[in-house]
């Protein structure tokens, strides 16, 4: 039986993970939440974990990073939102476990280091964003001896809902809510996440993540609009051949390969009814309406230090946005200005 230790249990992929994990019979030995109390103790009596520390009480960071680093468990699943996840995720680097990896904030501010201590103690990390999981699937071909070929990319090519908003202009933009930008039309996701989503910010960050998970340049990831939410991402080789993972909108599904790697097992996921899809559609992204995905490429390119500025901002600006003290148009508009006054 492999053991788990879930690091951010009581958020979306938390939850969903433990769900996943009851289906295939893990054992979860550890499990942490920020302050989600009534939540946390519901999952405690069902899972009984060995270890569960809630991080927002005294001692509780400090707490935090001695479970990622020091729990036993098989494979951790680091779930934990925003840059807080960082430490835990550089002290789950140093077990030479799996790393279940479902934060980006940490590759996005220190990719070079969290991937450089991973390959330093033997750590594997599996993507569990479901972009980033489809390009892992994509690439992950093995010869009959064991031994990967080697491969020749031309690009990636992250898909993108287009979230609440796909087709509007800024005038349709002016007076969102925050209750608006929450709904998005085919995912169940936390907060955060979820206004990332509305602005396109969220898939700016996953070129970023894209970046330094599968060692590729930006200019060698594009990013298109594909409003079905099927087709998860694509890999096109040396040959103009692309290969893509299609599976229904449900992250139990990349959840479960990140624990199961390399079998595949029934899965909690509703198979594709390609029947009843009828067609897949893609289109270019709205730079003009949505500017965060080109503020992240311009990070991409300048570097590490933009792209903690970058992702700093934003955290600011989206949670200014949900007290109601900007607009949603004004969110892009903040991350350009901490941007360009940082590097001055």
């Known amino acids: ?15 969903q993970t433990l769900e996943v994990a009851a289906s295939l019979g893990y054992k979860v030995i550890a499990m942490t939440a920020h302050s989600n109390l009534e939540l946390f103790e519901e999952q405690k009596n069902k899972f009984t974990p060995e270890t569960a520390i809630l991080s927002s009480e005294p001692g509780g960071e400090d707490k935090l990073i001695d479970i990622a680093k020091n729990s036993g468990a098989d494979i951790i699943v680091t779930a934990i939102s925003g840059t807080a996840g960082l430490a835990p995720t550089l002290a789950a680097c140093e077990t030479g476990k799996r790393i279940a990896l479902a934060n980006k904030e940490p590759l996005v501010c220190a990719g070079e280091q969290v991937m450089q201590t991973a390959r330093k103690y033997g750590t594997e990390i599996i993507p569990v964003d479901s972009e980033h999981s489809a390009i892992f699937q994509c690439i992950e071909n093995k010869k009959a001896d064991g031994t990967r070929p ?23 933009l002016k007076n969102i809510t925050p209750e608006e930008a929450l709904r998005h039309p085919n995912w169940s996701m936390g907060k955060k996440i979820s206004i990332d989503s509305a602005t396109m910010m969220n898939k700016g960050l996953e070129l970023i993540e894209a970046m330094h998970l599968f060692s590729i340049p930006p200019d060698k990831i594009e990013v298109v609009i594909h409003p079905e939410s099927i087709i998860h991402s694509m890999v096109e080789y040396a040959d103009a051949s692309v290969i893509a ?14 624990l199961t790697y390399p079998e595949r097992q029934t899965s909690l996921t509703k198979p594709i009814n390609f029947a009843e899809l009828g067609k897949l559609t893609f289109e270019k992204p709205d730079p003009d309406t949505f500017p965060c995905l080109e503020l992240a490429y311009r990070a991409a390119k300048q570097g590490p230090k933009t792209c903690r500025i970058l992702n700093e901002a934003n955290e600011e600006a989206v949670e200014l946005f949900l007290s109601g003290k900007i607009k949603f148009l004004e969110i892009p508009k903040y991350i350009e200005d901490r941007m360009h006054k940082c590097l001055l």
């Open 1 to 15: 039986m492999k053991t788990l230790t879930i690091l951010g249990s009581t958020g979306s992929i938390g939850t």
């Open 245 to 258: 993972q299609l599976s229904t909108p449900d992250m139990r599904l990349p959840i479960q390969y990140a």
């Open 150 to 172: 080697p491969h020749q990319i031309n690009k990636l090519i992250l898909t993108a809902s287009g979230g609440p908003f796909r087709g509007k202009n800024r005038k349709e």
